[in-house]
């Protein structure tokens, strides 16, 4: 059985749930407070992308204790992005490393597909042969933390294995909202010399992309690639070997695993792995209030489509709350109705539908107002105050780092849904 700690995870949790049902594989999801109660059972803990900082805070001392006393006695664990974070030094300390900081925002703003080298390791699957160009793999990331890669040899390096490296742009790059396809090396030089920004991500040059090693009698692998993203053949296959080695994945299964399609989530029609069970009606509404709102917000070119599970954001918009949220509702209308299920929902839909309510008239305004302010700020800067703007988003939406305000007091109404 693979287990999923969900606690912080939000659209990411989604989406690996999205790609385990479409291959077949069983998993369950845990709450940080089941496992420090509990420990961990079964084979693998997969710890999707999300907050490391919030994880490690809701796992508390007793919850990263039970990890890694299941690690230690022959357990695996999978850390993706926050989950990889989670996993090191600061954190449950499955791995010496630590993350590395980033004093330049930029470089963090990194999303779309990056060119890797992989190495020959038991936790890869055999080479399929040149791929991308010059023999790199094509592997997503989507504003990935980084590795601090101490002196090989050293102490604090350990037994670490390097699986794959950073080597090149994808060509569906961004930095923030702009694809670094539509930037030649020229203008990239040219804006270093003369504005001193770096656009270039700095991760391109050979930064650890995988990392692996044992943890007494157990594995880890840390990836601050999305193995799991549907529609990524590379990183599809990496993540369908690795469940299969790890025996939590048959062969069947890890080869629908190996190529999962891409999971348009607003396409209700051709939905097979979350078709819509659960036709309550303030969840119907909240759905077509939100996907107005989605509506509004790329007619004022905030947001732009990625693929059919994301929406990419101009810099500043809290695009990731808005995705998450969208996910989040999405899912819920593909549950089935269980007795629990319903129950719960008796208790809680006068209260979302009313918080919805006023998270849709905010959100609006916000979204206006943020067009607004783009459009004056040559000619009348300061016209609307910033420090306004900033607090409005924070009522609505939390910090830019996690979710919160309104927005995240929704998403946890409807993960709630999971669990019942």
């Excluded at 690996?16 to 693998?44: F, M, N, T, W």
């Excluded at 905030?302 to 059919?308: D, E, T, Y």
């Excluded at 998450?324 to 629990?340: I, K, M």
Aim: aromatic fraction near 8%; charge should be neutral.
């Amino acid at each position: 059985m693979l287990n999923i700690l969900w606690n912080a995870s939000h659209l990411w949790g989604y989406v690996i749930l999205y790609a385990l049902r479409s291959a077949g594989v069983p998993c369950r999801v845990l709450k940080a407070s089941e496992i420090a109660q509990d420990g961990v059972s079964g084979k693998v803990l997969f710890v999707p992308g999300g907050g490391a900082r919030a994880k490690a805070a809701a796992l508390g001392a007793a919850g990263m204790a039970a990890v890694r006393s299941f690690v230690e006695k022959g357990g695996h664990y999978l850390g993706i992005c926050g989950g990889a974070g989670l996993a090191l030094s600061s954190g449950i300390g499955l791995s010496p490393w630590r993350r590395a900081g980033m004093s330049d925002r930029l470089q963090h703003l990194v999303s779309g597909h990056v060119l890797c080298s992989l190495e020959q390791d038991p936790l890869l699957p055999p080479s399929s042969g040149p791929d991308g160009k010059d023999g790199l793999v094509p592997l997503p990331v989507w504003w990935p933390g980084r590795f601090e890669e101490p002196e090989k040899g050293s102490r604090e390096y350990g037994d670490v294995r390097v699986l794959a490296r950073y080597r090149a742009p994808g060509p569906d790059l961004h930095v923030a909202d702009l694809p670094l396809s539509l930037l030649p090396e020229e203008v990239l030089a040219e804006w270093r010399t003369l504005y001193g920004v770096s656009f270039r991500p700095s991760l391109l040059d050979g930064s650890p992309c995988m990392t692996a090693g044992n943890f007494g009698r157990g594995e880890w692998l840390l990836s601050y690639s999305h193995l799991e993203t549907p529609d990524s053949p590379e990183a599809g296959r990496c993540f369908a070997h690795l469940l299969k080695l790890w025996g939590v994945a048959d062969a069947a299964a890890a080869e629908r695993l190996s190529s999962v399609s891409a999971w348009n989530l607003t396409d209700f029609h051709n939905e097979s792995v979350w078709p819509v069970r659960w036709e309550e009606p303030e969840l119907l509404e909240a759905w077509g209030i939100l996907k107005e709102l989605f509506e509004l917000a790329q007619e004022l070119g905030l947001l732009f489509p990625r693929s059919g599970w994301l929406m990419g954001w101009r810099s500043g918009v809290p695009g990731a709350q808005l995705n998450g949220l969208r996910a989040a509702l999405r899912v819920a209308l593909g549950q089935e109705p269980s007795r629990r299920r319903l129950a719960l929902w008796r208790e809680e839909a006068s209260s979302f539908a009313a918080k919805f309510g006023l998270f849709a008239q905010g959100a609006r305004s916000w979204l206006l107002a943020r067009r607004l302010a783009d459009t004056l700020a040559d000619s009348l800067p300061g016209m609307l105050p910033k420090a306004l703007l900033a607090d409005q988003k924070t009522l609505l939406f939390g910090s830019p780092m996690s979710s919160g305000g309104l927005c995240g007091e929704l998403q946890n109404s409807l993960e709630e849904l999971l669990f019942a």
